[in-house]
């Protein structure tokens, strides 16, 4: 970690980052729950907190993780040693600053119930909240700050975006008797102008949150599994949902191929943050 955190002041907003590490990480197909896949030496979960961390943005770090996983467990106990080491070190903790508070549950079946059960442990006095996917681990300081700032001047709901660089078409599957000349058909073309692709950290106004995924909790499986992010759900309560600069560090460790890319990252000449501000 190259920047201490800086745990901002007890008189402005409480902020908690709730990391979401409960995934199974099937499409990695690493044969371990991906938090636990070595990146650079360290676990995928390990750097993100540390990004996290190095953020400075947080009184609470909550981390949802598979339900009994000691191993993971006994990660975020390391992490939460290194971090009061670290602020010990820090001019905050001289100023009666705390090092934020590491909180570890057991996450659920979906990501939103991982969400939802980091959320009932969150501090009463937090009153903001970021969710961050662990699989996003070189998400780079920059980011968490643009996303905390959006906050600051009054967004309930804010998500980090970047350009999307393919044409996206919506397709069907083809129908019809006699042979397909091939397995689907292009419906339309989305104007690639006013497409953005995702990433975490998502900020919250905590009220807004919760009501959104109290929203939720009654969706069907069906319903449910089309769940991709925490900002789908603002925007079904109609609360506008404002879009910050993302960064293409963020990329969101899903396949092999994105594993390579994020060990190509730390090996970069300066690092895992280098690519982007
Ligand atoms: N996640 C979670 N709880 C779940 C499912 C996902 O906390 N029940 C988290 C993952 O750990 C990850 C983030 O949500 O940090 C984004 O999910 P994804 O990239 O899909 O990770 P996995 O679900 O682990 O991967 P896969 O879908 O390939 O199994
Ligand atoms: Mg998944």
Known sequence: ?????????????????????AGSGQRLGYGMPKAKVPLGGDSILTHALRGV????????????????????????????????????RTAASSHGVQAPVVTVVDGGASRADSVRAAMAALLPAVDSVLVHDAARALAPESVFHRVVAALGAGAAAVIPVIPVVDTVKTVEATTGDGVAVAPELVTGTAPREFLRAVQTPQGFA??????????????????AALVTDDAMLVELLGIPVHAVRGASQSLKITTPLDLILAEGLLEGPLGARWVEG
Do not use: W, Y
């Open 206 to 223: 905590l009220d807004t949150l919760k009501r959104a995924h109290e929203a939720a909790a009654g969706f069907d499986a069906g319903r």
């Open 1 to 21: 970690m190259d920047t201490a955190p800086t745990n901002p002041s007890p008189a402005g907003p409480v902020t908690a980052v709730i990391v979401v590490a």
């Open 53 to 88: 961390a190095a953020a400075g943005v947080a009184q609470q770090i909550c981390v949802a993780i598979p339900p009994g996983d000691s191993e993971l467990h006994a990660l975020c106990d390391e992490f939460t040693h290194e971090l009061a080491a670290l602020h010990r």
